[in-house]
């Protein structure tokens, strides 16, 4: 496998890289779909991809599929979050970690959601650049992009989105400072 197609996951209890600047940062704040606050992303550009900070409180128990999504909305919380399009995937290639024609730069491993509802994670994407770093896939372009969890697990391989079903929480990606 090559080296931009690799993904690191690791749940941890902290959180940023030191030495990080506000250039290369971004945040999402969380919502349900009744349009709570749940949580929290952060975002932190490195020299080889980006760490993905998840806190949360409020979810259902259990693994859920999350994503990198290709518009930055999150308006439409009544309808399902449809409104931030499919995956960021400028390269148009198929969904899932575990697939030989994939995966897109959306992409990401699945989250583990504690039985009291809260998850505190980190993970780590090769595929995507806040900024388009190094050709990968941009999240702060024009149209921006949201992460959105998904209410089951992401199997990695089915089309289009892994089988991980409905949207339940969703946040725009916005450059911090």
Do not use: Y
């Amino acid at each position: 496998m090559q080296t931009h197609h690799k993904l690191i996951v690791a749940i941890m209890a902290c959180g940023m890289i030191n030495g990080a600047t506000a250039a290369d940062r971004a945040n999402a704040e969380l919502v349900d779909r009744q349009g709570t606050n749940v949580g929290s992303v952060t975002l932190t550009e490195g020299p080889h991809g980006v760490l993905i900070h998840v806190s949360a409180k409020g979810l259902p128990p259990g693994p859920k599929g999350i994503h990198i999504h290709s518009v930055g909305t999150c308006e439409d919380p009544d309808k399902g979050f449809v409104a931030s399009k499919g995956h960021l995937n400028p390269d148009g290639r198929k969904h899932g970690l575990m697939n030989p024609e994939g995966p897109d730069a959306g992409d990401l491993p699945v989250l583990f959601v504690h039985a009291d509802g809260s998850v505190e994670a980190e993970m780590f994407t090769t595929l995507a650049s806040l900024g388009g770093a190094s050709g990968r896939a941009a999240m702060l372009d024009a149209d921006g992009a949201a992460i959105v969890i998904h209410e089951n697990r992401d199997d990695h391989i089915t089309q289009p989105i892994g089988g991980a079903g409905a949207r339940i929480v969703c946040g725009v990606v916005k450059a911090a400072g």
